[in-house]
């Protein structure tokens, strides 16, 4: 079913063949294949320390892979890093924000470090509810408050594929209704997103398939752990694939 | 096209980092404390005697900027670690020469008003007698400010994925600093002696050798240093 030449179609948003990683000794990916088009929402599911976080960093070219390859709209992630990052956005646990800035300061710094220095940070920040901030170190904001400037951050980069790692932390209802608005929004445009979760609550009517990692491949539900909430009832599988690791 | 953004994201990172070290002033007063420290203990533990206290000024005074540099090259890779703004810069699309271009001239830039605090007090403590050709004096100190920053932000961005970077940094960057110090030392000793036999062109040769080739290497390497 897999060919071991990448598809580099323009409507796979991400194609990843056999991604594995190891840290030390142990393998915490052991060959994920997973292939997400344009405009497709994909859930990604699995117990703590299965290894999301570290599909999510090796697809945003934040980590390399032990093995395998990985596409995004056709641009491999080892060896494209910069093309990838053109089109990849990643919300991470982590703000990554100045404290000693303003968070005008800091939208401003992205947008320039992003290319778009006359980007429209003032209408990026009234969208996430930070005006009344503008000019505040980041050092006062509560963890939402950070959380809120770094989606605003998104809004400015306006990437082709989102990724997204528990994204609704540390967001009130206001904040996730304002996070599943702006991946809607990329949805409509022809984006994709793949949203690490573990309550599938926040995220309703936002995913079009889920997926679940489990054992550091990508795992096929069966009905045990459909009755225990490891995956949606709505879940697609996708083919479990090796890279030759035991 | 590509380039003229590089050297955008260059500035607005020499900007950044040059911006919050204003506001938190807790980097450029730990680390100016420091020179100013060294130098006073080396003063008082030569002695009174003029001619020696002359004759250790150049020593004393690249040592104080070395130990004090190195606070400062852990300290600009400290504002991005906290609250994972390292990932968020590496996440940003362009070259990462220019990362690493805005780092370079950020630290260039702080331990040059580090130096020019050291340097003054220098003068008056070690009773120094400031030469006749001191543009070209600050040119050599320019020259050694020059390496000692290059290895010291590349090495510094090396050690900041490390939890003991602390440690690690001082046992990258010292031995590989050894001839740009002693060029500097040396050349700044002929010059403050007057150098009437022109002692100083060898060293200075030496160090501005040694400053292209970390340049280069430096720049070359940071893409292979800053990914994991």
């Known amino acids: 079913m897999q060919s071991s030449a990448p598809l580099l179609s323009p409507d796979l948003a991400l194609d990843a063949r056999g991604v594995a990683r190891r840290f030390g000794a142990r393998w915490v990916l052991r060959g994920v294949n997973l292939q997400v088009r344009a405009g497709e929402m994909v859930g990604l599911l699995g117990h703590n320390g299965c290894g999301k976080s570290t599909f999510m960093r090796i697809v945003a070219t934040l980590l390399k892979a032990s093995a395998g390859d990985c596409f995004v709209y056709g641009s491999n992630v080892k060896t494209e890093g910069d093309s990838v990052r053109h089109h990849v956005g990643f919300f991470s646990h982590v703000p990554g924000l100045y404290d000693d800035l303003s968070a005008r300061e800091n939208l401003a710094f992205a947008a320039t470090m992003l290319g778009f220095p006359s980007a429209d940070i003032d209408a990026a920040l009234e969208r996430v509810g930070l005006t009344h901030v503008t000019h505040e170190h980041v050092r006062g904001f509560s963890a939402g408050m950070q959380r809120r400037l770094s989606l605003a951050r998104l809004i400015l980069q306006r990437p082709r594929l989102l990724l997204l790692d528990e994204p609704y932390n540390n967001l009130d209802v206001a904040g996730i209704a304002l996070m599943n608005g702006f991946i809607r929004e990329l949805n409509a445009a022809g984006g994709a997103a793949v949203v690490v979760l573990h309550d599938l609550v926040p995220a309703e009517g936002v995913l079009d398939r889920t997926v679940t990692i489990r054992e550091g491949r990508v795992h096929v539900p069966t009905a045990a752990d459909l009755a225990h909430g490891g995956a949606s009832p709505q879940a697609i599988t996708v083919p479990a694939g090796a890279a030759g690791i035991s | ?228």
């Open chain 2, 1 to 228: 096209m590509a380039f003229r953004d590089d050297l955008r994201r260059t500035r607005a990172i020499v900007w950044k980092d040059l911006t919050t070290e204003r506001r938190s002033k807790a980097g450029f007063n730990s680390v100016a404390s420091l020179g100013v420290t060294i130098l006073v203990l080396f003063g008082f533990a030569l002695g009174p005697d003029a001619q020696m206290l002359r004759d250790a000024a150049a020593g004393a005074l690249w040592l104080a900027v070395l130990f004090a540099g190195v606070l400062a090259f852990n300290r600009s890779y400290q504002v991005e670690l906290d609250g994972g703004a390292l990932e968020a810069l590496l996440l940003y699309p362009g070259s990462r020469w220019a990362i690493f271009a805005g780092k370079l001239i950020a630290n260039l830039i702080f331990v040059t008003l580090m130096l020019v605090i050291v340097v003054a007090v220098g003068i008056v403590l070690f009773q120094v007698r400031i030469p006749a050709q001191w543009p070209a004096l600050l040119g050599i100190m320019m020259l050694g400010v020059v390496g000692i920053v290059s290895l010291g932000t590349f090495y510094a961005a090396m050690s900041s994925r490390s939890r003991a970077r602390e440690v690690l940094l001082p046992l990258l960057l010292y031995p590989m600093l050894i001839p740009v110090l002693l060029a500097a030392m040396e050349a700044t000793k002929a010059f403050l002696g007057g150098d009437l036999l022109n002692a100083s062109g060898a060293w200075v040769q030496m160090l501005a050798l040694f400053d292209v080739i970390f340049l280069v290497a430096t720049f070359l390497a940071f893409e292979y240093v800053i990914e994991v």
